[in-house]
T-cell receptor, first 116, second 113 residues
Framework: NAGVTQTPKFQVLKTGQSMTLQCAQD?????MSWYRQDPGMGLRLIHY???????DQGEVPNGYNVSRSTTEDFPLRLLSAAPSQTSVYFC???????????????FGAGSRLTVL | AQTVTQSQPEMSVQEAETVTLSCTYD???????LFWYKQPPSRQMILVIR??????QNATENRFSVNFQKAAKSFSLKISDSQLGDAAMYFC??????????FGAGTRLTVKP
């Protein structure tokens, strides 16, 4: 059972370059989300999705795009990377509703991104 | 927007003793979920405990328990019989029913042998 898989684990970009962080889950979770973690600030929600074809903005969406064409995948795109986007990124998923275990996030291992 | 505040950047506890980590949150909603996550140096986020707002009974998971005060919007975590493996960053988190989830800034817990 793979859970939530993020790739790549490490990436170095130059300012202005674009890239996509991949996230895939094999638990048939409706909900998927992306967070960034900066020192002293905890995790901040970038974008989230409650199902295929549905996405919404979180706390810090600027500079990031997402799409959800399938239940399994939720890629995060940086169109023009900036040094302020240097961070550790986490993808997470969960089921929704009232069932036991619902709404509990399963996290990927994280991706460390450095923008020079 | 919902906010989550952890007022203790760092806490320290002696092995086998009890420690309480504080968390307050701000929301106008009546239905929501609260969580405590642990993040060891490996960076992996691990669920410690969860609480549904509609449940009056405080959640417990072995040595971990919460004190949920809905009216005061307070959600503290108590760790009993602290162990060296409990040393980590602890994050309090709030989630509304549609999925918007907010985290506090975290509390770094040190366990002294």
């Amino acid at each position: 059972n793979a859970g939530v898989t993020q790739t790549p684990k490490f990436q170095v970009l130059k300012t202005g370059q674009s890239m996509t962080l991949q996230c895939a889950q094999d638990m048939n979770h409706e909900y998927m989300s992306w967070y960034r973690q900066d020192p002293g600030m905890g995790l901040r929600l970038i974008h989230y999705s409650v199902g295929a074809g549905i996405t919404d903005q979180g706390e810090v969406p600027n500079g990031y795009n997402v799409s959800r064409s399938t239940t399994e995948d939720f890629p995060l795109r940086l169109l023009s990377a900036a040094p302020s986007q240097t961070s550790v990124y986490f993808c997470a998923s969960s089921s929704l509703g009232q069932a036991p275990g619902a709404n509990v996030l399963t996290f990927g291992a994280g991706s460390r991104l450095t923008v020079l | 927007a919902q906010t989550v505040t952890q007022s203790q950047p760092e806490m320290s506890v002696q092995e086998a003793e009890t420690v309480t980590l504080s968390c307050t949150y701000d929301t106008s909603e009546s239905d929501y979920y609260l969580f405590w996550y642990k993040q060891p140096p490996s960076r992996q986020m691990i669920l410690v405990i969860r609480q549904e707002a509609y449940k009056q009974q405080n959640a417990t998971e072995n040595r971990f328990s919460v004190n949920f005060q809905k009216a005061a919007k307070s959600f503290s975590l108590k760790i009993s019989d602290s162990q060296l493996g409990d040393a980590a960053m602890y994050f309090c988190a709030y989630r509304n029913p549609v999925g918007d989830m907010r985290f506090g800034a975290g509390t770094r817990l040190t366990v002294k042998p």
